[in-house]
């Protein structure tokens, strides 16, 4: 999806290059388990890459 996003100068997520960093080392099977839903080791990593509130 990079690339089309790249293509119509999209904005990207500010997490999404750790999630691309995590992706590129672990599989399919840790973020969903059945193609839909987050598994809770996905939702955990995927909390710790959101971008905290500055206070």
């Known amino acids: 999806m990079r690339g089309p996003a790249d293509g ?4 990207r997520p500010v997490a999404d290059g750790a999630f691309a960093g995590l992706s590129a080392v ?3 099977e840790h973020w969903s388990a059945d193609g839909a839903r987050q598994t809770p ?9 959101r971008p905290r509130p500055v206070a």
């Open 26 to 28: 672990r599989g399919p």
């Open 8 to 11: 119509y100068d999209a904005h």
């Open 41 to 49: 080791a996905g939702r955990a990593d995927g909390a710790q890459a």
